[in-house]
């Protein structure tokens, strides 16, 4: 079993939807998350961190759920722009090693 | 800023040759990270160099060597490529190991062995 896990996905919405990932992580002392997106086999760039009060950026909200371990991401108003995988990021083993879920993959059409 | 430069981008190795995919980056981290990504298996940790001077094996080692050459440059060496070796390999590098920070990417290599 990994140690982060995610739904593959494809998720298919229309343009303006609202769409949520979820990834569970199986490591209880992990401090540090993140969410990563990737285009086309392009490298992985920092979406967002994920801190335990929750945080916003625009469109895109993350959380943290350390009672039943895992983090989301909302993702508001979709745009075509949004298609892409999104990659979490907890960590191995309390040895702080990020270690990533297998992607989501979104597909907003028109 | 340059940030993580990685070569090369595109390699085709015949079974049992052997390369060494180069990794430097200009930020000072003391991290540095070779990830291999297959379809649907997400990103994979190699190796792991969390200083200069130290290199740790991560979750798909086999087949594979890497050095730390100084704090800028991390080097994987496939000393007999094999076709399960087909992927794509990105270098990563953060600031350091003491706790999960982000990290910063390579713009990744596309191996292929024959």
């Known amino acids: 079993r990994k140690e982060v896990e995610q739904d593959p996905g494809p998720f298919n919405v229309p343009e303006g939807a609202t769409v949520a990932f979820n990834c569970t992580y199986s490591?209880?002392?992990?401090?540090?998350f993140f969410w990563y997106r990737q285009d086309c086999r392009k490298e992985p760039k920092l979406l967002m961190s994920?801190?335990?009060s929750g945080n916003e950026d625009g469109r895109f909200t993350a959380q943290l759920n350390r009672a039943s371990q895992y983090i989301s991401l909302l993702i508001r108003d979709s745009k075509l722009s949004d298609s892409a995988t999104y990659l979490c990021?907890?960590?191995?083993?309390?040895?702080?090693?990020?270690?990533f879920g297998r992607g989501t993959s979104l597909i907003v059409h028109p | 800023n340059a940030g993580v430069t990685q070569t090369p981008k595109f390699q085709v190795l015949k079974t049992g040759q052997s390369m060494t995919l180069q990794c430097a980056q200009d930020?000072?981290?003391?991290?540095m990270y070779w990830y291999r990504q297959d379809p649907g298996m997400g990103l994979r940790l190699i190796y792991y160099s969390a200083s200069e001077g130290t290199t740790d094996k991560g979750e798909v080692p086999n087949g594979y060597n890497v050095s730390r050459l100084n704090k800028r440059e991390f080097s994987l060496r496939l000393e007999s490529a094999a076709p399960s070796q087909t992927s794509v390999y990105f270098c990563?590098?953060?600031?350091?190991?003491?706790?999960?920070?982000?990290?910063?990417f390579g713009s990744g290599t596309q191996l292929s062995v024959l």
């Open positions: 990021v907890g960590e191995s083993g309390g040895s702080y090693i990020p270690t």
């Open positions: 930020m000072n981290h003391n991290s």
């Open positions: 990563a590098s953060s600031i350091h190991r003491e706790s999960n920070e982000k990290l910063f």
């Open positions: 490591n209880s002392a992990s401090q540090s």
């Open positions: 994920v801190y335990s």
